[in-house]
C-alpha cells in the first residue's frame, strides 16, 4: 500500500485545521517537498514521494518542537535529553537582557545591531512564550515525552498506522492521550458541555474524551510552522495571534513566509491596525517568496486571527475572524509584480503612519479592515471610501503649523487596482478625468505648491468634504450641483490667472468634458460609488523622478509633490 495524498476535513473551521494541515506537512517532509491544498471541506497534502511504511523509518522520532521547561521548579523527565528541551526561565531572562541592551543603546543613539550581536533571543522565544501564557505547555509535553519513551521501530510502526488511518478517513490509535487547550482547539475553550451541566468543576476533563490525539499531536506541530502572536493592551494583557491559511503552496514556502512575517516589525496598538499591517506584510512577503508569479491570493486564501483577552490571572479566547487578502490585478510579468510590491508597500506605510489614538484616524483604520474582511464590490467600496476619507485627512492635514507629512496614493497604483474591477472604463471617461484633475489642482496640488513657495490657485479646503458629505446623500442632484459649483469656479478662477498672464493655474474643464461626466453620473442609481471613486482618484498623485520636487501634470499645471517619509517607530507590541 502506497498513501500520495491525506485529506485532513475542517472540524471547526478555525486556525485549528490550518495547524493540523500544517503539522501534518511538516511530519512528512523529509520524504520530499509536500504541497498543502485548500478544499470546499479542508486541506489536502499531496505528498512528492508516495508513503510506504519502509520510508516511515526516514522521519525522525521527535514532536516537532521542544519540551518546555515552563518554571524554575519544573524538572524534565530523564527520558528527554537537555537538548530537546526549552529552559523558559533561561530564555526569558536572556530576551528581556537583548531588549534592554535595546532601550539603551537607542536612547544612547546606538546602532541598534552591533549593541545587540550575539544577545538575539531564541528565533522561536515568541511561539515558546505564547505556548506557556496560553497553558498550553502541560498537553505538549505529555506528547513530547509519549514520543521520547517510544523506540525507532515503535515510532515507525505508529507512524505508518496513524497515517495511513488518516488517508482511509479512520480514527488512529497513539500511545498517548491529550488535553484540550484553547490554543489549538479554541471551540473546546468552554468545554463540550450540556447547557446547564451537573457536578462539573473547573478542572473537569470530559472535554478531552472528545479529543483525536493523533490530530491534537499534528496541531501542536502546525503551531510551530504557522503562528504569528502580537500583546496588546495598555500592559500588553491581551494576546492575538495571526494564522495564514494555505491555499495552494509547499510547507517549507510557507513555513519561510510566516518565519519572515514573524520577524517583520508591524507597530500597531490596537487589533485593527495590527490586523491590517500583518495581511499587508504578508501579501508582500508572498509575491517575494513564489518569485513574483502569482497574486497573493493564489497561494494563501486569507487569514485566521483569534484574540486571547486577559481575565485577570487567566487568558480566554474571545474572538475567532477571518481576513482576505488583497486581490487586485492578475501577476503576468516582472512588470505587474513590481506594480502589486509598489501598491502594497504605500498600503503599508499609509496605514502605519496613521495615529491610533486620534479618532477619526482609528475610524479610517477601521475602515480599511473592512475592506480586508469583505469581497467583491462591498470591499471595493469600502477601500474607495477609506481612501477618499484618507485624502481629506491629508488635505487637513496640511493645514496644520506643524503639519505631519502623510504621504498621497499614487495615481499608477490606484489606475492598476481599478483595472481588472468594473470601473476600469470610468476611469477612462474623459470627463472624469477632468473633474478629478480639477479637484487636485484645487486641493493638495495647490497646498504642495504654496509649500514649496510655488505661484498656486486658490486652495479649495471645503471642495472635497462637500462632496464626500453630499455623495451619501438620497439622488444625484446634491452630489452633481456641488460638483457643477466646483467648475463654475474652477474655470472663472482659470480664467482670470489666465487674463493676468500666469504661467501656471490656466486650465479649464470644458463644456464637452462636463457633458460627460454627467452623463457618466447617469449611469449609476445614485452617487455614492462614482463621489467615492472621484474623491480617490482626485487626491492620489501623479508618479515623480526621485529628484523633482514638483511634477509636470500637462494643460498649464503643475501637481506639487510630497516627499515620502515612513514612520520609523519601533514595534512595541511584541515586547
Not at 275 to 280: E, G, I, K, T, Y
Not at 442 to 457: E, F, M, W
Request: aromatic share 8%; glycine share 6%.
Amino acid at each position: 500500500m502506497q498513501i500520495q495524498r491525506i485529506d485532513l476535513a475542517r472540524t471547526a473551521d478555525n486556525h485549528g485545521d490550518v495547524f493540523a494541515a500544517l503539522g501534518l506537512a511538516s511530519l512528512v517532509r523529509p520524504l520530499g517537498e509536500p504541497e498543502i491544498r485548500e478544499t470546499p471541506t479542508g486541506f489536502r497534502v499531496v505528498l512528492r514521494t508516495p508513503l510506504t511504511r519502509d520510508l516511515c523509518a526516514l522521519i525522525a522520532r521527535d514532536a516537532g518542537y521542544l519540551y518546555l521547561r515552563a518554571n524554575e521548579k519544573s524538572k524534565p523527565p530523564a527520558s528527554i535529553p537537555p537538548s530537546l528541551v526549552f529552559d523558559y526561565p533561561k530564555e526569558k531572562e536572556r530576551n528581556d537582557r537583548y531588549r534592554q541592551t535595546r532601550q539603551d543603546a537607542r536612547k544612547a543613539g546606538l546602532d541598534l545591531k552591533e549593541a545587540t550581536a550575539g544577545m538575539e533571543p531564541h528565533r522561536d522565544f515568541d511561539l515558546y512564550q505564547t505556548l506557556n501564557t496560553l497553558q498550553g505547555d502541560g498537553a505538549t509535553n505529555k506528547v513530547a515525552e509519549a514520543i521520547a519513551g517510544l523506540s525507532d521501530e515503535e515510532w515507525t510502526d505508529l507512524l505508518w498506522k496513524s497515517l495511513s488511518a488518516l488517508a482511509g478517513d479512520a480514527d488512529s490509535t497513539v500511545p498517548w492521550k491529550v488535553d484540550l487547550v484553547q490554543l489549538f482547539t479554541p471551540q473546546a475553550a468552554k468545554g463540550f458541555a450540556r447547557l446547564k451541566p451537573d457536578s462539573t468543576g473547573r478542572g473537569d476533563k470530559t472535554k478531552d474524551n472528545w479529543s483525536e490525539p493523533f490530530i491534537e499531536s499534528l496541531r501542536f506541530r502546525g503551531f510551530f510552522v504557522g503562528a504569528r502572536r502580537f500583546f496588546l493592551g495598555a500592559k500588553g494583557e491581551h494576546l492575538r495571534m495571526v494564522v495564514p491559511i494555505p491555499k495552494q503552496l509547499s510547507v517549507t514556502n510557507y513555513k519561510t513566509v510566516v518565519e519572515k512575517l514573524r520577524s517583520s516589525p508591524l507597530v500597531g496598538s490596537t487589533a485593527s491596525k495590527t490586523d491590517c499591517l500583518a495581511v499587508l506584510k504578508l501579501a508582500q512577503l508572498l509575491i517575494q517568496q513564489s518569485d513574483k508569479i502569482s497574486i497573493p491570493g493564489d497561494l494563501v486564501s486569507g487569514m485566521m486571527i483569534a484574540h486571547y483577552q486577559s481575565m485577570g490571572q487567566s487568558k480566554a479566547i474571545s474572538s475567532l475572524e477571518q481576513l482576505s487578502l488583497p486581490d487586485w490585478f492578475p501577476i503576468r510579468s516582472e512588470a505587474d509584480a513590481d506594480l502589486w510590491l509598489g501598491a502594497l508597500e504605500e498600503h503599508f506605510s499609509i496605514i502605519r503612519s496613521l495615529n491610533e489614538q486620534y479618532s477619526d484616524e482609528l475610524g479610517l483604520i477601521r475602515q480599511y479592515r473592512r475592506y480586508l474582511e469583505a469581497r467583491g464590490a462591498r470591499g471595493l467600496m469600502e477601500l474607495l471610501s477609506f481612501m477618499s476619507s484618507y485624502g481629506i485627512l491629508v488635505l487637513r492635514e496640511r493645514t496644520k503649523t506643524q503639519p505631519r507629512k502623510l504621504k498621497q496614493f499614487r495615481t499608477d497604483f490606484f489606475e492598476a487596482i481599478m483595472k481588472s474591477t468594473s470601473y476600469a472604463d470610468t476611469l477612462e471617461n474623459p470627463g472624469f478625468r477632468a473633474v478629478a484633475l480639477a479637484l487636485r489642482r484645487a486641493t493638495v496640488s495647490a497646498q504642495s505648491l504654496k509649500r514649496n513657495g510655488k505661484n498656486h490657485r486658490e486652495i479649495r479646503y471645503d471642495i472635497l468634504p462637500e462632496l464626500h458629505r453630499k455623495r451619501q446623500l438620497p439622488g444625484k442632484e446634491p452630489f452633481l450641483e456641488a460638483v457643477t459649483e466646483f467648475i463654475a469656479s474652477y474655470n472663472a478662477e482659470s480664467a482670470k490667472r489666465l487674463e493676468a498672464k500666469k504661467d501656471t493655474g490656466t486650465g479649464r474643464v470644458d463644456e464637452t468634458d462636463l457633458l460627460d461626466f454627467v452623463r457618466l453620473l447617469d449611469t449609476h442609481k445614485d452617487a455614492s460609488l462614482l463621489g467615492a471613486l472621484l474623491c480617490a482618484y482626485a487626491t492620489c498623485r501623479q508618479p515623480k523622478d526621485p529628484e523633482d520636487t514638483v511634477a509636470s501634470s500637462g494643460d498649464g499645471e503643475t501637481d506639487g509633490i510630497e516627499t515620502d517619509t515612513s514612520n520609523s517607530q519601533e514595534e512595541t507590541n511584541d515586547e
